[in-house]
């Protein structure tokens, strides 16, 4: 008998052993279900105007990399329809025509699993993506109005990406989280203004006028197969700046980019998974990834404090740590990667999270709402105003000045003689809505402007996510590094007073997920707003903004504490039938006669042999990019000669080494341009090489057709 128990005891551990050794994780750390996925939202790569900069004349040219929605999503292991979605996608900002579409489509396949209360769909804010999709006239002005097929890419990538992570969702998992500083990857660039806020209140933060911390999450199945990475950390995606007319996904793209071709492989070609990479934005409202901060023209000469040189705004530009922007995307963008991959690899170090997921969301009128004294900085009863832009918002920043004669911290009311005659014409400021939003001089009182539809937004989704004690704080705009601080310190201080079982003092992390679901525009202090620089300009509910989310947020935040529902509030605007677009679409293209599509216009010089560090360039009669955006394909394809007429394609248009390049020659003639660096990020092995470039062109009976075209092939000896 006592050699049965023996044996039956030694069986027992080697079971275990077995199961350990196969990377099954423990039950008491095998807490959700968690599901990763990535999904192509690339819009068309010519003749459209960027989102970010707001300048008329940067319209796309091309491509750089392609942008991305990745996806993740988490339920409770034993009770799996408690879940979430959190999306970050490489566009500017969230939008409500995005987010309405994508749930609605997710509710025609799945029921009511995936809700606008469930689903977080963030921005990390790109400005060198397509723009046109938002339902609002101020942020489609620049674009020349709505852009449907761009709008309808983005909802499909998004819309698809979670589908991804619904269909690889595991059957258990862990979630470990981790904290940690870099420094040198971001700068404040209104640091004027952060000064302005309570002495005492930044002495609590000794990070000074950024936040330093980057907060990560390691996901795991069952097996302890690592399934994804999340990391939030305050950057603007502005290391390409306003003269760039190439699609990318700016610093956040590349680390995604990085850190995926980390784990799959460097052979791996991009958005192909399994293993998903989210760099996600938060407040990053004041802060650049420009950290050699603002000159003037020579590089030596501080700005003056209106950020101007000489009187213009237009010379005062701040400049990244690279020699280009292409290298300052690329040292920013490393900088998150190494630290993100640092802090996931630390498991040692990291909380494993444990608990329930909870969520809230409600629409919020934010243009009217009446704000408590204990949540204002005047200690008074506060109330938000219908939206209007500043002077000091045509000024720009030294991310990307504007093209006028604005500049930055204007209070005066007398303003640009040319620009008070039109925006009168937009709207005339009530003596009520000039005190409302005061210091704010008022550009654009885009809160009354309605021609041809609403210019700015009122009802807006807020809402908060929870996995175990991380809450994340869904936020549809652009909060500054002070406004975020408060923010999570109100939404946490909640969480920990009413529940501090579930949610205990210095171990529960709230974090700001920022551009997500709606956008809003900036949010600063009250005592920023009195500088009206570009953020305070920007800020579009007046003075009492950030209070007014304060207290919205706080009920939310009680509502998960007290374990109660809130109302959903009023129901949002769905504009999508009244949306008006002034971009011509493509009418024909055609080639010279006697040439194809896809014919070489300009050849390799295949008579050369060359090495890692070198570059070749070859150009393609093409059709024009908007005949069709190539969704989860690619315009080019670099390819290695591996047999007998055998090639491997060894990367695309969705790697960083590659550029695409489009220009127009004569009137319907369309002329690309692909450029590989080689070895620029991974080293090329020795072989026989050719590109090969896919399009599709418009014939005269308006029908679109495919064509491709090849190159010669060279040679790379090292």
Same mark, same amino acid.
């Given at each position: 008998?006592?050699?049965?128990?023996?044996?039956?005891?030694?069986?027992?551990?080697?079971?275990?052993?077995?199961?350990?050794?196969?990377?099954?994780?423990?039950?008491?750390?095998?807490?959700?279900?968690?599901?990763?996925?990535?999904?192509?939202?690339?819009?068309?790569?010519?003749?459209?105007?960027?989102?970010?900069?707001?300048?008329?004349?940067?319209?796309?040219?091309?491509?750089?990399?392609?942008?991305?929605?990745?996806?993740?999503?988490?339920?409770?292991?034993?009770?799996?329809?408690?879940?979430?979605?959190?999306?970050?996608?490489?566009?500017?900002?969230?939008?409500?025509?995005?987010?309405?579409?994508?749930?609605?489509?997710?509710?025609?396949?799945?029921?009511?699993?995936?809700?606008?209360?469930?689903?977080?769909?963030?921005?990390?804010?790109?400005?060198?993506?397509?723009?046109?999709?938002?339902?609002?006239?101020?942020?489609?002005m620049t674009t020349f109005g709505f852009e449907p097929y761009n709008q309808h890419t983005i909802v499909e990538g998004v819309y698809q990406s979670i589908v991804n992570a619904h269909n690889n969702l595991s059957q258990g998992g862990r979630i470990y989280l981790n904290m940690g500083k870099l420094y040198n990857a971001n700068a404040n660039r209104s640091p004027t203004s952060y000064?302005?806020?309570?002495?005492?209140?930044?002495?609590?933060?000794?990070?000074?006028?950024?936040?330093?911390?980057?907060?990560?999450?390691?996901?795991?199945?069952?097996?302890?197969?690592?399934?994804?990475?999340?990391?939030?950390?305050?950057?603007?995606?502005?290391?390409?700046?306003?003269?760039?007319?190439?699609?990318?996904?700016?610093?956040?793209?590349?680390?995604?980019?990085?850190?995926?071709?980390?784990?799959?492989?460097?052979?791996?070609?991009?958005?192909?998974?399994?293993?998903?990479?989210?760099?996600?934005?938060?407040?990053?409202?004041?802060?650049?990834?420009?950290?050699?901060?603002?000159?003037?023209?020579?590089?030596?000469?501080?700005?003056?404090?209106?950020?101007?040189?000489?009187?213009?705004?237009?010379?005062?530009?701040?400049?990244?740590?690279?020699?280009?922007?292409?290298?300052?995307?690329?040292?920013?963008?490393?900088?998150?990667?190494? &630290? !993100?991959?640092?802090? #996931? @690899?630390?498991?040692?170090?990291?909380?494993?999270?444990? +608990?329930?997921?909870? $969520?809230? =969301?409600?629409?919020?009128?934010?243009?009217?709402?009446?704000?408590?004294?204990?949540?204002?900085?005047?200690?008074?009863?506060?109330?938000?105003? &219908? !939206?209007?832009?500043? #002077? @000091?918002?045509?000024?720009?920043?030294?991310?990307?000045? +504007?093209?006028?004669? $604005?500049? =930055?911290?204007?209070?005066?009311?007398?303003?640009?003689?040319?620009?008070?005659?039109?925006?009168?014409?937009?709207?005339?400021?009530?003596?009520?809505?000039?005190?409302?939003?005061?210091?704010?001089?008022?550009?654009?009182?885009?809160?009354?402007?309605?021609?041809?539809?609403?210019?700015?937004?009122?009802?807006?989704?807020?809402?908060?996510?929870?996995?175990?004690?991380?809450?994340?704080?869904?936020?549809?705009?652009?909060?500054?590094?002070?406004?975020?601080?408060?923010?999570?310190?109100?939404?946490?201080?909640?969480?920990?007073?009413?529940?501090?079982?579930?949610?205990?003092?210095?171990?529960?992390?709230?974090?700001?997920?920022?551009?997500?679901?709606?956008?809003?525009?900036?949010?600063?202090?009250?005592?920023?707003?009195?500088?009206?620089?570009?953020?305070?300009?920007?800020?579009?509910?007046?003075?009492?903004?950030?209070?007014?989310?304060?207290?919205?947020?706080?009920?939310?935040?009680?509502?998960?504490?007290?374990?109660?529902?809130?109302?959903?509030?009023?129901?949002?605007?769905?504009?999508?039938?009244?949306?008006?677009?002034?971009?011509?679409?493509?009418?024909?293209?055609?080639?010279?006669?006697?040439?194809?599509?896809?014919?070489?216009?300009?050849?390799?010089?295949?008579?050369?042999?060359?090495?890692?560090?070198?570059?070749?360039?070859?150009?393609?009669?093409?059709?024009?990019?908007?005949?069709?955006?190539?969704?989860?394909?690619?315009?080019?394809?670099?390819?290695?000669?591996?047999?007998?007429?055998?090639?491997?394609?060894?990367?695309?248009?969705?790697?960083?080494?590659?550029?695409?390049?489009?220009?127009?020659?004569?009137?319907?003639?369309?002329?690309?341009?692909?450029?590989?660096?080689?070895?620029?990020?991974?080293?090329?092995?020795?072989?026989?090489?050719?590109?090969?470039?896919?399009?599709?062109?418009?014939?005269?009976?308006?029908?679109?057709?495919?064509?491709?075209?090849?190159?010669?092939?060279?040679?790379?000896?090292?």
């Open positions: 008998m006592k050699s049965f128990v023996l044996l039956s005891t030694c069986l027992i551990f080697l079971l275990i052993n077995l199961l350990l050794s196969n990377g099954l994780i423990p039950d008491n750390e095998n807490n959700y279900l968690i599901g990763t996925g990535i999904y192509d939202i690339t819009g068309p790569a010519a003749e459209i105007g960027m989102m970010g900069y707001a300048m008329v004349g940067q319209r796309a040219a091309g491509l750089h990399f392609r942008l991305r929605s990745r996806a993740v999503v988490i339920a409770e292991r034993k009770q799996p329809n408690k879940r979430i979605v959190f999306v970050s996608a490489d566009f500017c900002f969230g939008t409500q025509s995005v987010r309405l579409d994508v749930v609605k489509r997710l509710q025609d396949k799945f029921g009511g699993l995936y809700t606008l209360d469930n689903v977080g769909i963030s921005g990390t804010h790109t400005h060198s993506g397509p723009g046109g999709f938002s339902w609002y006239a101020l942020y489609d000064p302005l806020n309570p002495a005492e209140e930044r002495k609590q933060y000794p990070d000074g006028d950024t936040d330093k911390t980057m907060v990560t999450l390691r996901l795991e199945d069952e097996n302890a197969r690592e399934l994804g990475s999340v990391a939030w950390f305050a950057v603007h995606c502005t290391s390409m700046n306003n003269t760039n007319l190439l699609i990318s996904g700016d610093n956040k793209g590349f680390a995604s980019y990085m850190f995926e071709k980390y784990k799959n492989g460097n052979e791996s070609l991009p958005g192909t998974g399994p293993f998903v990479s989210i760099f996600g934005q938060s407040n990053e409202g004041d802060v650049s990834p420009n950290t050699r901060g603002a000159t003037c023209p020579d590089g030596i000469t501080p700005c003056a404090a209106d950020s101007t040189c000489e009187g213009k705004t237009q010379l005062c530009t701040a400049k990244g740590p690279g020699k280009t922007d292409f290298e300052s995307t690329k040292i920013i963008g490393t900088y998150q990667f190494k &630290k !993100a991959l640092e802090l #996931y @690899s630390d498991t040692k170090n990291s909380i494993l999270l444990s +608990g329930s997921i909870d $969520f809230r =969301q409600v629409h919020v009128n934010m243009s009217d709402i009446v704000v408590s004294p204990e949540y204002t900085s005047t200690g008074k009863v506060g109330k938000t105003c &219908k !939206a209007a832009m500043g #002077y @000091s918002f045509a000024a720009g920043t030294t991310d990307g000045p +504007g093209d006028f004669s $604005f500049k =930055q911290g204007d209070n005066s009311t007398k303003g640009n003689p040319f620009w008070n005659f039109i925006s009168g014409f937009i709207a005339k400021p009530t003596p009520e809505q000039i005190a409302c939003q005061a210091p704010k001089p008022i550009l654009l009182d885009v809160g009354y402007a309605s021609i041809p539809y609403p210019w700015a937004v009122e009802i807006n989704p807020l809402q908060i996510l929870v996995v175990g004690t991380l809450a994340v704080i869904v936020v549809p705009g652009e909060f500054t590094t002070m406004s975020g601080r408060r923010l999570r310190s109100t939404v946490c201080s909640t969480l920990t007073r009413l529940d501090p079982n579930r949610f205990p003092s210095g171990k529960t992390v709230c974090v700001i997920a920022g551009l997500a679901n709606s956008y809003t525009g900036y949010v600063a202090t009250y005592e920023e707003y009195q500088a009206q620089r570009y953020e305070a300009a920007s800020t579009i509910y007046g003075p009492h903004t950030l209070a007014a989310y304060q207290q919205e947020y706080d009920k939310l935040a009680t509502a998960i504490a007290k374990n109660i529902e809130v109302p959903p509030g009023p129901k949002p605007l769905n504009l999508s039938s009244v949306q008006i677009s002034l971009n011509p679409g493509v009418v024909l293209d055609t080639v010279p006669f006697g040439k194809h599509f896809g014919d070489v216009y300009e050849d390799i010089d295949n008579t050369k042999l060359y090495r890692n560090g070198d570059t070749v360039h070859v150009e393609f009669y093409s059709g024009h990019p908007k005949n069709n955006v190539m969704q989860e394909k690619t315009f080019l394809t670099v390819e290695k000669l591996i047999g007998n007429n055998q090639w491997k394609v060894v990367l695309v248009d969705g790697d960083w080494d590659t550029k695409f390049r489009w220009r127009r020659h004569w009137l319907s003639e369309s002329i690309v341009t692909i450029t590989w660096s080689i070895g620029e990020t991974f080293p090329a092995s020795p072989g026989t090489y050719r590109i090969k470039h896919f399009g599709y062109y418009k014939s005269l009976d308006q029908d679109i057709y495919p064509y491709e075209g090849t190159s010669s092939e060279f040679r790379v000896v090292a």
